[in-house]
T-cell receptor, first 114, second 111 residues
Framework: GAGVSQSPSNKVTEKGKDVELRCDPI?????LYWYRQSLGQGLEFLIY????????KSGLPSDRFSAERTGGSVSTLTIQRTQQEDSAVYLC????????????FGPGTRLTVL | GENVEQHPSTLSVQEGDSAVIKCTYS??????FPWYKQELGKRPQLIID?????GEKKDQRIAVTLNKTAKHFSLHITETQPEDSAVYFC??????????FGTGTSLTVIP
């Protein structure tokens, strides 16, 4: 079946602009995660959605970052007033029933802020 | 919250030798421990995982061991091949919580 998909695959924006990154999880997966990975670095947790529960936003680095998940499926990560330090690959992952289940990653969105 | 430490950060081995990567975790509630392999420019992919009710799991050349008392788990790759070269991440989690990842190990297998 289809895996996790993300769009766009690449995004170049100017400093100060807002961007929206989209994630389509595997159908039926109730848990969805967003991570950020800077070049050559590890996975930085951003936010975690589990079913209808309030999301775990503890990893969001500033109030410029927000995410929502509509209808328990597609998620959008929004970065407002982008800064150069926001440049990274943004990875989305989903799992069937949350932490404790296998997590599948999407291909990522490479964001470049000029 | 959980804290996962991973060592070494870089590892070079000769082709055919074994490679071992170790992780420690802090939260005794963690009960699921996956390992991911990330090749350059690609997404992380699960290679093996272990749950707290077992001490060891093996899949061909890859094995993972778990010591719950000491709160550490290890990835073992035997008979390494050049295509094993990648960055490997460990993680720990428990139901209702996020995944906590280690900082990664860059493995180079020298032909």
């Amino acid at each position: 079946g289809a895996g996790v998909s993300q769009s766009p695959s690449n995004k170049v924006t100017e400093k100060g602009k807002d961007v929206e990154l989209r994630c389509d999880p595997i159908s039926g997966h109730t848990a969805l995660y967003w991570y950020r990975q800077s070049l050559g670095q590890g996975l930085e947790f951003l936010i975690y959605f589990q079913g209808n529960s309030a999301p775990d936003k503890s990893g969001l680095p500033s109030d410029r970052f927000s995410a929502e998940r509509t209808g328990g499926s597609v998620s959008t990560l929004t970065i407002q007033r982008t800064q150069q330090e926001d440049s990274a690959v943004y990875l989305c992952a989903s799992s069937l029933a949350g932490a404790g289940d296998t997590q599948y990653f999407g291909p990522g969105t490479r964001l470049t802020v000029l | 919250g959980e804290n996962v430490e991973q060592h070494p950060s870089t590892l070079s081995v000769q082709e055919g030798d074994s490679a071992v990567i170790k992780c420690t975790y802090s939260d005794s509630a963690s009960n699921y421990f996956p390992w991911y392999k990330q090749e350059l420019g690609k997404r992380p992919q699960l290679i093996i995982d272990i749950r707290s009710n077992v001490g060891e799991k093996k899949d061909q050349r890859i094995a993972v061991t778990l010591n719950k008392t000491a709160k550490h788990f290890s990835l073992h790759i035997t008979e390494t091949q050049p295509e094993d070269s990648a960055v490997y991440f460990c993680a720990a989690s428990f139901p209702g919580n996020q995944f906590y990842f280690g900082t990664g190990t860059s493995l180079t297998v020298i032909p």
